[in-house]
């Protein structure tokens, strides 16, 4: 998997779980603090966030941060 593959797909599981608990990017950035654009990039793969962006988010949304990572990292 490219490392371009790998954030696309961390991107779009953050994206899937903050939408199945009923944010938008806007409530989220409100809630912890950040800038839209900036959640937009990640959630779209074109950042590469650190790991406590990623507990921020995951504290946001009312998640566990290794649920971002629950997909299959095999597929190109």
Do not use: H, W
């Given at each position: 998997?490219?490392?371009?593959?790998?954030?696309?797909?961390?991107?779009?599981?953050?994206?899937?779980?903050?939408?199945?608990?009923?944010?938008?990017?806007?409530d989220l950035?409100v809630k912890?603090?950040?800038?839209?654009?900036?959640?937009?990039?990640?959630?779209?793969?074109?950042?590469?966030?650190?790991?406590?962006?990623?507990?921020?988010?995951?504290?946001?949304?009312?998640?566990?941060?290794?649920?971002?990572?629950?997909?299959?990292?095999?597929?190109?």
């Amino acid at each position: 998997m490219t490392e371009n593959t790998f954030l696309k797909k961390l991107g779009a599981n953050i994206a899937k779980i903050r939408k199945s608990k009923g944010l938008t990017q806007l409530d989220l950035c409100v809630k912890i603090e950040m800038e839209d654009s900036y959640l937009s990039s990640i959630e779209n793969g074109r950042q590469n966030p650190s790991a406590l962006t990623l507990l921020k988010i995951a504290e946001g949304i009312g998640c566990e941060v290794q649920e971002f990572f629950e997909f299959n990292q095999k597929d190109k």
